[in-house]
């Protein structure tokens, strides 16, 4: 079973997506970056990746 934390220790959702979406927006520039893909590779794969 979970612990759970106090109240001043939790962050909301929207906290959350937005240091993940920073997390991935940062990976992205660094691999592009390093020339080991594109921007449009990433869109590739997240359109064949969504459900039809």
């Not at 920073?22 to 794969?45: M, R, S």
């Given at each position: ?20 979406s ?31």
């Amino acid at each position: 079973m979970a612990t759970q934390l106090p109240k001043d220790d939790s962050v909301t959702v929207h906290e959350l997506l937005v240091a993940q979406s920073y997390e991935i927006t940062a990976l992205i520039n660094v691999l592009e970056k390093n020339g080991i893909l594109t921007k449009k590779e990433i869109v590739d794969e997240i359109r064949r990746m969504k459900p039809q």
